[in-house]
């Protein structure tokens, strides 16, 4: 699929070139994400970031993107800030924005929501995160993510073996991913929710027709052992009608250090999409995971800003330019490893 000028709104858009096309470019922006050298090729385009719902890493990883590649971004967040608390439509809210913009990332609470208003846009959307539906980027970079931590192994995304652990009913990130695993071959994914936040019948159905072997399983300690990755996943207490009703599942699988000892193999990666819940009821990855080498979870969230700037590059039609606009950096950058 064409990239160029394209809506990203939901993961069923790509094969596996396209993912392939994107990494390849997401490799690429590693100087510019370490500030090794700056680029200007956006300069003068705008973003425009809509986010009604909670975000920190999406909002301002997309944020952080664009201006990586000399963007600027002009941000609405919250519906209270916006003129939809008025009552104006999505239609409205899209054609009005769309004029100030180049491209417009939205998130927002209703599943659908997003591609509506990708309808009216008169410039590129990319959804993220409608409801509990989709996340496409978080998925590109999971996978992207899943991708980098294997190679040191001489592993591939073929043959991956993954626990994706948590609230897999209402967990967009989970739904995007699983999806997108369709696309590899020889994949054993193994489910563990509580019966009631299972993962929904037709992405365990998707799997099964790629012909990939699903277990689905409500115990963690005995579903990890034998598995390259844990993806776990918060309680998406916002899906509930209440927070007694979340509080029920909430610190149900707790990954700790002595759990990860005892039951994964050793160098189990362990990835999240974070926000990782770490109040004491829940706590689904201990922070004394935190010195464990195999904690993917910040890799993970820097390499956000890469696949989103790739994907940006891609939209804009500038992934092979980016370099031309190139310059030295200016300051003194000191970040140590993730
Ligand atoms: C996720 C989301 O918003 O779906 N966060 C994210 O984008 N990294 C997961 C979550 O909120 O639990």
Known sequence: MQLLGAHILSV??????????????ADAMAPYAARQKVT???????????????????????????????GDVRETTGFQSSAIAKGESLYDTARVLSGYSDVICMRHPEPGSV??????????VVNGGDGANEHPSQALLDLYTIRKELEHKGRALDGLRIAMIGDLKHGRTVHSLSTLLTLYRNVQVTLIAPDEL????????????????????????????????????????????????ADMYRGRFRLNQAIYTQYCEPNTVIMHPLPRDSRADANELDNDLNQNPNLAIFRQADNGVLVRMALFALILGVEKTVDDYAKPVNWYHRRSAP
């Open 115 to 124: 591609a509506e208003f990708a309808e009216a846009s008169r410039v590129p």
């Open 40 to 70: 200007r090729v956006l300069e003068g385009a705008i973003l425009g970031n809509m986010f009604f719902e909670p975000s920190t890493r999406t909002r301002v990883s997309f944020g952080c993107a664009f201006n990586l590649l000399g």
């Open 12 to 25: 069923n858009q790509f094969e596996r070139g396209d993912i392939e096309g994107v990494f390849n470019v």
């Open 198 to 245: 299972a993962m929904p019948e037709k992405y365990v159905e998707a799997l099964r027709q790629a012909g990939h072997r699903v277990t689905i399983s409500s115990e963690l300690s005995s579903s990890i052992g034998e598995v390259d990755i844990v993806y776990s996943t918060r309680i998406q207490e916002e899906r509930f009608t209440s927070k007694e009703e």
